[in-house]
């Protein structure tokens, strides 16, 4: 059947409209990628996260974009996320709050996903241990699809994946000893097994004489080692960080990422978190992601990121000569050359 061309189009002015549709395309993603290597020359770390979302960004082949790994790797990943979307029904429509979302976690990782407010990053974290259950996709952690657990299965997981947030969520009225042993008691761990892993934790988050406190008299850096304690009680493989130290001031902030630090090296945790803290992921991060209107637009090893031209966090991480030298030095690149940015 022949095709039916709108009132007033001709036949030939079709054909050339079809002929240089190509052309415009490639005109407009060449404009679109010069406008944004001109952006990326001037990006700086305050405001990195202002920025608008690029339009094109899908096609862009200088982002680094999420790639699904072999499927004969030879080692799994111990959380592994594939086509996450989630969508929020509204009145007359929906909000999408993550689209596509592909992740790849290894173990002993400490691994940082950065975005501004409403990208996606709380959704994402409370997805990985169905505090929040997706729409659409897969979630594995250690093999397991935690999206087919039912109940029994899910209160186990979440014992192997534990959670800290912003607002700390202690319980006010319990001493500081009482609300580490909460998650122990519910588990019906025995009473002298249950106190003297609350007195290890205290030790290991440095809160040893504050046992018989209550949250009230701590500061705010304190209730967070309070919580980072709880969330250890049940020795997880898995800790996530929901904008940890989001209400903590700068100095007690390096504190709490400095014990993360520590905690990951002792006890080989796999730690993931979520901020819009650059200087976090500067501190502490082995791996970042950048996500933006619920869509991962880069993401990898940052040793990495820092060889590869046009990288967003790239130059929002080294902004200035010193702080390129201070990251090469901790992440062991010194001597590799770094793409040049014009």
């Not at 005109?27 to 944004?36: A, D, M, N, P, Y």
């Not at 689209?99 to 790849?104: F, M, T």
């Not at 630090?261 to 970042?288: F, S």
Request: aromatic share 4%.
């Amino acid at each position: 059947m022949e095709r039916r061309l709108p009132h007033g189009v001709s036949r030939s002015d079709a054909n050339v409209h079809v002929r240089e549709l190509p052309l415009v395309r490639f005109v407009l993603r060449r404009l679109t990628c010069f406008i944004r290597c001109c952006a990326a020359s001037q990006m700086r770390e305050a405001d990195f996260l202002l920025l608008p979302r690029a339009p094109e960004r899908k096609a862009h082949a200088l982002v680094l974009l999420q790639k699904a790994p072999p499927a004969n790797s030879k080692a799994s990943p111990l959380i592994r996320v594939r086509g996450l979307r989630k969508v929020y029904p509204i009145p007359g429509g929906e909000v999408v709050a993550l689209d596509g979302i592909n992740l790849d976690i290894d173990r002993g990782q400490i691994y940082g996903i950065i975005g501004m407010s409403g990208a996606g990053k709380s959704t994402l974290i409370r997805c990985m241990n169905r505090l929040d259950t997706p729409t659409e996709g897969d979630i594995f952690i250690d093999g397991q699809n935690i999206l087919a657990m039912n109940n029994k299965q899910l209160i186990a997981m979440r014992r192997n994946v534990s959670m800290i947030f912003q607002q700390f969520n202690l319980q006010m009225q319990k001493t500081v000893a009482k609300n580490v042993r909460y998650p122990l008691e519910i588990a019906g761990v025995p009473e002298a097994k249950a106190n003297a892993r609350v007195k290890e934790l205290l030790e290991l988050v440095e809160l040893e004489g504050k046992a018989k406190a209550y949250p009230i008299q701590l500061s705010g850096g304190q209730r967070q080692r309070v919580a980072i304690a709880r969330a250890l009680a049940s020795n997880p493989e898995v800790l996530l960080c929901d904008e940890a130290t989001s209400a903590l001031d700068p100095e007690t902030t390096a504190s709490v990422l400095a014990l993360l630090a520590d905690i990951n090296q002792r006890l080989n945790l796999t730690i993931v978190l979520i901020t819009h803290q650059l200087e976090v992921v500067k501190t502490i991060c082995d791996h970042a992601a950048l996500l933006e209107q619920g869509e991962i637009v880069e993401s990898g090893k940052l040793a990495d990121l820092l060889v590869t031209p046009w990288s967003r966090l790239r130059q929002s991480l080294l902004h200035d000569p010193q702080a390129e030298q201070d990251f090469l030095t901790r992440h062991g690149v010194q001597g590799r050359p770094l793409c040049g940015v014009a």
